[in-house]
């Protein structure tokens, strides 16, 4: 537990989203290129389509030896998974929720933090139908690495599935109302 809180105490720090001359929210990494989540956020909402199955997009901002930051969108709940890592998430945009086995869902609005230790099942997705949904995710160790030509490889345990998530109430009337359809 002493792991997970020095973990959170370094992702706070370094989570924080600052300000970069009026423009908006961005992460700037040590001697390296300012992100700006506006812009990153823009394009990977523009690569969702549900017509063509595409439901998530991500990038990796940064990575080091002990953790990876990365930005993903999403605009369906992805199945009940668990990850080898301890996860910080915080949602950018939209209105989200993590459908967990302890509770019927929490939800997250802008600027909101869910800290999951690691082997924890959890889901995220939109609440209902009110758009899509823009997180930044650290893990803690990194969840891959670059390789030699700057391209992120994630790691082969990534995202591993589990059982256990509980959906909220309006998600068990939708998939109710589908099988009947």
């Given amino acids: 537990m002493a792991r997970l809180s020095n973990l959170v105490s370094v992702l706070l720090a370094v989570s924080c989203v600052t300000i970069s001359s009026g423009e908006g929210p961005s992460v700037t ?7 700006d989540f506006e812009s990153v956020g823009k394009r990977l909402l523009s690569e969702l389509d549900s017509s063509k199955g595409i439901f998530h997009a991500n990038i990796t901002l940064w990575a080091t030896e002990h953790s ?9 709940t992805e199945p009940c998974h668990y990850h080898p ?4 998430s915080t949602t950018i ?3 989200g929720a993590f459908r967990v086995p302890y509770s019927t869902f929490v939800l997250q609005n802008p600027g909101d933090q869910f800290v999951i230790p690691s082997g924890m099942a959890h889901a995220f997705g939109p609440v209902d139908d009110n758009g899509p ?21 994630w790691a082969s345990d990534v995202s591993i599935p589990a059982e256990g998530c509980r959906l909220a109430e309006f998600e068990v009337l939708n998939r109710l109302q589908l099988s009947n359809s």
Avoid: I
């Fill in 29 to 35: 990494v040590y001697d390296g290129p300012v992100a």
């Fill in 68 to 76: 990876s930051f990365h930005v993903f969108a999403t605009n369906r």
């Fill in 85 to 88: 890592r301890d996860t910080v």
């Fill in 133 to 153: 949904v823009l997180v930044s995710v650290m893990w803690s160790p990194p969840a891959g690495q670059w390789t030699a030509n700057k391209t992120w490889h």
């Fill in 93 to 95: 945009s939209g209105h």
